[in-house]
């Protein structure tokens, strides 16, 4: 799966991830590959991200995430 962070003045993250945990506006959901198509709202909180290094977690205070063929993208 491939997963970018953006925000208007740059990229927090770019990267081939084996999860990724999102704090939803209705709660924490989580995308794993081959997840289902899908745009939701996200709340202020923090997005865990899986990858081969690791799992790191990066503040959001909120934004837009769409999820489409193995593909995040999440806008804040």
């Known amino acids: 799966m491939y997963l970018d962070i ?20 209705q709660g924490s959901f989580e995308v794993l590959n081959g997840h289902a ?10 997005i865990r991200v899986k990858d081969s290094a690791g799992t ?13 063929k193995n593909t995040i993208i999440v806008l804040t």
């Open 37 to 46: 198509a899908l745009i939701s709202s996200l709340e202020e909180g923090k």
């Open 6 to 25: 953006i925000t208007p003045d740059k990229v927090l993250f770019s990267g081939e991830v084996s999860a990724v945990q999102l704090p939803g506006a």
């Open 56 to 68: 790191q977690f990066i503040e959001v205070t909120g934004g837009i995430v769409e999820v489409l």
